[in-house]
């Protein structure tokens, strides 16, 4: 069973940094390229990061540029996003996904077959 699971959610005043994790089981986890998604309640799921399989290749939404920083560990079936100055609109509930893809990624929600149960970040004073 493929399975993915996030963790690293939770409360962090405007300014700080929290990491997320990504565990994935049933996965041959060099295959699959990576995305963090986002979600606000009322508002579409937004793609924030992909990491292609091998981990060459990354991408950002314009408004986490130069502040989040996706990583992957293929070794341990492990990803990552590094988010730090974070701000009120960066709370959101995030979801990692995965698609089996060779090279490139890309923030297409369509294009994920598999998704975590989410992980609820909370920016607040």
């Known amino acids: 069973q493929m399975q993915l699971v996030e963790s690293g959610g939770g409360l962090v005043q405007p300014g700080g940094s929290l990491k997320l994790s990504c565990a994935a089981s049933?996965?041959?986890?060099?295959?699959?390229?990576i995305a963090w998604f986002r979600q606000v309640p009322g508002k579409e799921r937004e793609g924030v990061s992909c990491?292609?399989?091998?981990?060459?290749?990354?991408m950002y939404a314009d408004s986490v540029k130069g502040r989040f920083t996706i990583s992957r560990d293929n070794a341990k079936n492990m990803g990552y996003l590094q988010m730090n100055d974070l701000n009120a609109e960066d709370t959101a509930v995030y979801y990692c996904?995965?698609?089996?893809?060779?090279?490139?990624?890309?923030?297409?929600?369509?294009?994920?077959?598999?998704w975590g149960q989410g992980t609820q970040v909370t920016v607040s004073s």
């Open positions: 996904a995965a698609t089996r893809l060779f090279g490139q990624c890309n923030l297409q929600i369509q294009e994920y077959d598999y």
């Open positions: 049933g996965f041959t986890w060099e295959y699959y390229a």
């Open positions: 990491t292609s399989a091998a981990g060459g290749t990354t």
